[in-house]
């Protein structure tokens, strides 16, 4: 029987009422397992006021009240951390080890958020003038809206809610409709913490859900992960409707080596930043800039290693990359490489066609490696997001990250070198948000901030870290003062005050 995914409103499961579902497929065997619940208008105002009633106690409790949730939210959660990777596997098809790994980077926000008490401190300053003090204090927002992508769907929705409910706001969450039971097994952890009802809710759907919750006048905040399109289209809908927005979108990652690099870590970084998680990571690397006379020797090392991944189920512990999430993105995968000579690739490996004995429905596809790839080739144009790396040359590191710079897209970055000032420069000279020195997949630790730069993130703030607290709370400045009896009247004065 196909199982269904419900929302989650209000502090229990809210069966879908507009009558329309979506398949949720196994991407290992191509059969849908369950249908999800798509949100009419209804359902989702349903959540909003949910989440506005929370808000009105929630928002009001003290520090010591959301941080000891916190803290038996991270205890379940790591309690479940198996369960909600086989939740993953089944949905996403990524291998279980990738999901716990995914699960063990959401937890360091729970952890951020556990320590939310040190993050909202204030700020006071006293005898800014006579017997008058000033102090800066962070409220929160309100209702405050995520929305989330498919290729983490338990750790995405991590880098939101956690921080957002610790600062005081209430959540609905608009998980991706193709991999949705992470967010609810979640919401039901957070109950079982003791979250009040109300305060955590999740509406499943597409873009009738998310438009209304980018129009809906109590959504006061947007974070939103996913492609550059749609985080486009959410940046401009939600502040044209004026709310607070993040909006993260696509990338195209880049890897520079240079000719004094140690070569089999860069080789072993590149095939593991690459093909990680079939290339369906938003930090994934997808091209490797071989500088000088480095490109081929890099070349064949990458290819000795890719063609050793082991490619079959997520459940088979022997399996290291998985499906990819769709039969349509698969075949969209599929395309970029069977088009590549004919744009001037060099196809070094050719991973279309690949199927696994006995899931010959999943959605599979081996590991492809074109080098030589020209700027103007649409594998490095576009973001791909599976297992296809582009290689590229250039003959100065100038010349590699003038290259680099020129991409649409800066999330993440890396550079591969023994030379402390080249990859000191390259810090300062690259245009990523995220940049690794010898590290291929910079994803940023919880206390500090993930976000990248061009389109890949459109709006002022990072995720999570500090950006996350000042995203999700608004600045007050209070000025004081208490008279001493003996002062003399100050009197009326008409002219701007002045400090003395
Ligand atoms: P997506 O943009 O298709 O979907 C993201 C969310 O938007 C989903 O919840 C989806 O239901 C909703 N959505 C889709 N189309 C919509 C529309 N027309 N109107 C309104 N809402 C819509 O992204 P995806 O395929 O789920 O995820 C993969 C993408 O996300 C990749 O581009 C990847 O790079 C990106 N991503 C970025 C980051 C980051 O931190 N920058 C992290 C993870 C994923």
């Known amino acids: ?92 098809g990524k291998v279980h080890s990738d999901a716990l790994g995914e699960v063990a980077r959401g937890l360091e926000i729970v952890d951020l958020a556990c320590g939310i008490t040190v993050q909202l401190k204030g700020e006071l300053s006293t005898q800014v003038a006579t017997r008058v003090d000033v102090s800066s204090i962070r409220q929160p927002l309100g209702v405050v809206a995520g929305i989330t992508p498919f290729n983490f769907p338990a750790m995405v929705p991590l880098w939101m809610f956690p921080i957002a409910i610790a600062c005081g706001n209430t959540f609905v969450l608009k998980p991706s409709e193709k991999d949705p039971s992470a967010a609810v097994k979640v919401a039901e952890l957070l109950s079982e913490a003791g979250l009040p009802d109300g305060v955590f809710n999740v509406v499943h759907g597409d873009k009738v859900a998310v438009d209304r919750l980018l129009e809906h006048p109590d959504v006061k905040a947007v974070s939103f992960v996913g492609s550059t399109p749609i985080a486009r289209y959410i940046h401009t809908t939600a502040s044209a409707n004026g709310k607070r927005v993040q909006a993260l979108g696509g990338a195209k990652n880049h890897m520079l080596v ?56 997520g459940t088979d512990p022997a399996s290291e990359m998985g499906p990819l999430i769709t039969k349509a993105h698969r075949d969209k995968v599929a395309s970029y490489v069977a088009g590549a000579a004919a744009e001037g690739c060099e196809v070094v490996l050719d991973g279309t066609g690949y199927t696994v004995d006995g899931h010959e429905d999943g959605h599979w596809i081996g590991i492809s490696l074109l080098d030589r790839v020209p700027t103007g080739a649409k594998a490095y144009q576009d973001e791909i997001f599976g297992p296809v790396l582009c290689v590229l040359r250039a003959e100065t590191y100038e010349e590699g ?100």
Request: hydrophobic letters at 40%; proline letters at 5%.
């Open 401 to 500: 990250v003038a290259l680099i710079n020129a991409s649409p897209f800066g999330n993440g970055t890396a550079i591969f070198t023994r030379d402390g000032g080249a990859a000191r420069r390259f810090q300062l000279e690259i245009e990523a948000g995220m940049v690794g020195v010898n590290v291929p997949i910079p994803v940023p630790v919880g206390y500090h901030s993930f976000g990248g730069w061009k389109d890949s993130l459109f709006g002022d703030h990072h995720i999570y870290g500090n950006d996350g607290t000042h995203f999700y709370t608004r600045g007050k400045v209070v000025t004081t003062r208490w008279p001493d009896p003996a002062d003399a009247p100050a009197g009326v004065d008409l002219g701007f005050p002045r400090n003395h």
């Open 258 to 313: 240079l000719p004094d690099a140690d070569l089999d870590a860069a080789a072993d970084a590149a095939v593991s930043a690459a093909y990680g998680s079939a290339g369906e990571r938003c930090m994934a690397i997808s091209a490797v800039v071989a500088v000088g006379a480095v490109g081929d020797e890099l070349v064949e090392k990458i290819r000795e290693r890719a063609e050793k991944i082991k490619i079959g189920p």
């Open 1 to 92: 029987m196909t199982n269904i995914v419900n929302h989650w409103i209000g502090g229990k499961t809210a069966e879908g009422a507009s009558g329309t579902y979506g398949p949720v497929t196994n991407p290992a065997t191509g059969e849908v397992t369950t249908k999800v619940a798509f949100a009419s208008v209804d359902e989702v105002d349903a959540a909003v006021a949910a989440a506005k009633e929370a808000y009105l106690t929630w928002g009001q409790s003290s520090l010591a009240q959301r941080t000891s949730i916190l803290f038996k939210f991270r205890a379940l959660l790591d309690a479940h951390r198996d369960e909600i990777a086989e939740l993953i596997t089944a949905e996403h």
